[in-house]
């Protein structure tokens, strides 16, 4: 056999291998978008945003995407408009989701070959019917060949260095921009799952409302996001509550531009609403538990994962709350996106998983 014959064996196996595994894993998310390629090395992070200008009452352009997008949200003329193509997890507008992955697409392209790809696609576990087939339609419109869904905390959980296959119990908590999970995993698959559609979207909103209802002070998106990283804190009685950031926004009282003080205290409030809310489903989660695998848990701990996480004092509270012992995954941001990646490089554990 000739080194060129042998050479396009090689070639040809490697394609068929192609056809059949998964090419690309995405984490289509409320706050961000990451898309991984298996065969090349890189990975698409960007907010999930598009920016659009009206042109009649029927047609509209995209004038950015993505980071560019991000970088005008509140800095926008009346004629634009920043969309969010989900909220509370789901596709809440097809058209601008759609158009946001085709231009993730065609930069995928100047680095890969897109040849009707098959697709992982993660989702919270307890999406309807309609929300999966609409997660599945955009993938389809976008030219893949074959989706594969996988539920988030699955994939925290294995993002997280957590032998899911094991017959033991693992709790994972995965708080995102626009749901909250806290699921139990064992051998492969999910026993008990409780979801609620808030995140840390949902908790800027409820700083930006509070601020402006009882301080009469009116801040955007991005400035909230600063105060919510800096200040915000779960553990209301025992952490540090003189943590102070100064900001920008509107007096409401006399409509001029101004900056203020804010301190944890100030926005103490709509924080423990949000962390009661989450306790909440832990607790409910422990409650329809089978108690083999509460055992487990209660030696394993509970593993927390999300930007949600972030919030500070977080795993002191649940611990407090709870009495079993909590503790952020060491890439909280990332470990949704860094199990759907093993995802994509081991089909075997992919056919072993009861992704349903």
Not at 234 to 263: H, W, Y
Request: contains cysteine.
């Amino acid at each position: 056999m000739t080194y060129l014959n042998r050479l396009f064996i090689k070639d040809a196996i490697k394609w068929i291998i192609m056809l059949k595994d998964s090419h690309f894993y995405i984490d289509l998310g409320t706050a961000n978008t990451l898309i991984h390629s298996k065969y090349k090395s890189f990975t698409i992070n960007e907010p999930t945003m598009i920016v659009s200008k009206k042109l009649n009452r029927n047609q509209s352009e995209y004038l950015a995407m993505g980071i560019a997008a991000k970088g005008m949200q509140g800095k926008t003329p009346l004629t634009s408009l920043v969309l969010k193509p989900l909220s509370e997890g789901v596709i809440s507008d097809f058209n601008s989701a759609s158009n946001l992955l085709r231009f993730f697409r065609k930069r995928i392209k100047e680095e890969s070959t897109w040849l009707n790809p098959r697709i992982l696609i993660s989702l919270p576990c307890l999406v309807n019917h309609h929300e999966k087939n609409a997660v599945k339609e955009i993938a389809r419109d976008i030219g893949a060949r074959n989706v594969q869904l996988v539920d988030e905390p699955m994939l925290a959980a294995l993002g997280s260095g957590i032998n899911v296959l094991e017959s033991k119990g693992h709790m994972v908590v995965d708080i995102g921009g626009g749901t909250s999970e806290a699921a139990i995993i064992s051998l492969g698959g999910i026993v008990v799952a409780n979801a609620i559609r808030i995140g840390g979207d949902s908790l800027d909103e409820a700083i930006i409302s509070h601020l402006k209802n009882k301080y009469l002070f009116h801040v955007g998106e991005q400035t909230v996001e600063k105060i919510k990283i800096n200040v915000a804190c779960a553990a209301a009685g025992s952490f540090d509550f003189n943590k102070l950031i100064e900001i920008g926004g509107i007096d409401m009282t006399q409509g001029l531009p101004r900056k203020i003080k804010v301190s944890s205290e100030m926005i103490a409030p709509p924080v423990e609403s949000f962390v009661k809310e989450i306790i909440k489903i832990i607790k409910k989660t422990f409650e329809d538990c089978p108690p083999e695998l509460a055992g487990d848990i209660a030696e394993n701990g509970i593993v927390l994962a999300g930007g949600g996480s972030l919030l500070q004092g977080l795993p002191e509270r649940i611990i407090e709350e709870t009495g079993v012992l909590a503790k952020r995954c060491c890439n909280p941001l990332l470990s949704v996106t860094h199990g759907g990646i093993k995802l994509l490089h081991h089909n075997t554990l992919l056919e072993r998983l009861q992704t349903g």
